[in-house]
């Protein structure tokens, strides 16, 4: 045998490849998680300058909610009960209208 052996004679038969270093990912995931964070605070500030849902436009049930609230206020004719037995008479009211 000579007295040099080749680094290839000197490596474990059953090792694995030396691997790759690659310095750039430290870098690369801080420039992702920064982008991230900046798509996330500025779809923060614009949704707080969106339409707000209360402020809306009235729609068709508000509406006709504040039609019935304006409308006038028919008077319900009052039921006296019977002055013998004390209770209602069993006639219902005439319809309003």
């Known amino acids: 045998m000579t007295a040099e052996m080749t680094p290839e004679q000197n490596r474990d038969p059953y090792a694995p ?8 990912g430290p870098i690369l995931r801080v420039i992702i998680l920064g982008g991230l964070l900046a798509a996330a605070a500025w779809g923060y500030m614009e949704f707080g300058q969106g ?6 436009a009235p729609t068709e049930q508000q509406i006709v909610a504040d039609r019935a609230y304006d409308a006038p206020v028919q008077a319900v004719p009052a039921v006296e009960p019977d002055a013998e037995t004390g209770a209602a008479p069993t006639t219902p009211p005439a319809p309003a209208g």
């Open 17 to 24: 490849p030396p691997r790759h270093k690659e310095k750039s």
């Open 51 to 56: 339409p707000s849902l209360v402020a809306d």
